[in-house]
Nanobody
Framework: VQLQASGGGLMQAGGSLRLSCAAS????????LGWFRQAPGKEREFVAC????????NYADSVKGRFTISRDNAKNTVYLQMNSLKPEDTAVYYC?????????????????WGQGTQVTVSS
């Protein structure tokens, strides 16, 4: 499975961005997907994930109520809608395919990773 993330950019605090992650290879509608992020000097951390049909989602406490993950299985794409952005959301955002079903937030449960897209939020 190859994953291609896009949609990052520079945004002022309080603004919104939508990230996309297009998948190729494999059967998209059968696996869970997650978004992670990594800020400079910090470890990669979980942001959100979604199960195979979009019926179950999981969010990090730091983004709950502001970010929404969704997927379109007809387009082989997963999205991350980010609202009310804060400077602390600045990071490279990665999408990844889960090796398990469900909605794990554990980095070790994810295999294929996209190349990342930079999100910068200015104050």
């Amino acid at each position: 499975v190859q994953l291609q993330a896009s949609g990052g950019g520079l945004m002022q605090a309080g603004g919104s961005l939508r990230l996309s992650c297009a998948a190729s290879g494999g059967t998209f509608s059968t696996y869970s997907l997650g978004w992670f992020r990594q800020a400079p000097g910090k470890e990669r951390e979980f942001v959100a994930c979604i199960n195979w049909n979009g019926g179950s989602t999981n969010y990090a406490d730091s983004v709950k109520g502001r970010f929404t993950i969704s997927r379109d299985n007809a387009k082989n794409t997963v999205y991350l809608q980010m609202n009310s952005l804060k400077p602390e959301d600045t990071a490279v955002y990665y999408c990844a395919k889960s090796n398990l079903g469900g909605t794990s937030g554990q980095l070790r449960d994810y295999g294929s990773w996209g190349q990342g897209t930079q999100v910068t939020v200015s104050s």
